[in-house]
């Protein structure tokens, strides 16, 4: 079974005074600005990196979640906060790092099988697979 899910993005004009917007086949984000500004200063708007982040975080959070299954628990909660590092190589630019922190609370689990769990999930969350950056991690259950 495969499943499709599409994103739209629409630029005009050069890399420094261009903007352009991103949407999503939801409606979730509907034109929302992005450029040079919103990506390497401080404007208004989102950029890739920003989204990648956001996705990154939310599969993961998932992914721990099924795997916790396996051990059968439920978090009450799972945090993640996936920062993607943007940076210059060759005369340009790449990602060649996203480190997720992650806080959750899970009644009855242990330290060990926090640890297993988080470690699978990392590995294994489909935007994990997707990326060819490093991936660390520090994870956390409180």
């Not at 990506?39 to 998932?62: Q, V, Y």
Request: charged letters at 20%; one cysteine or more; aromatic letters at 6%.
């Amino acid at each position: 079974m495969a499943i499709e899910k599409s994103g739209f993005a629409h630029w005009s004009g050069n890399l420094k005074e261009g903007k352009g917007t991103v949407s999503t086949e939801t409606g979730v984000l509907s034109a929302q600005p992005y450029g040079f500004k919103t990506r390497f200063e401080d404007a208004k708007g989102t950029n890739p990196e920003e989204l990648i982040g956001a996705a990154h975080a939310s599969c993961f959070s998932m992914a721990l979640s099924m795997i916790l299954e396996d051990y059968d628990l439920v978090a009450d909660s799972i945090d993640t906060h996936a920062t993607v590092h943007l940076a210059q190589k060759d005369g340009g630019f790449h990602v060649p790092k996203i480190h997720l922190d992650v806080t959750a609370t899970i009644p009855n689990a242990s330290s060990e099988q926090f640890a297993e769990a988080a470690k699978a999930a990392k590995e294994n969350c489909p935007i994990s697979k997707l990326m060819t950056a490093e991936i660390t991690m520090d994870a956390k259950l409180s």
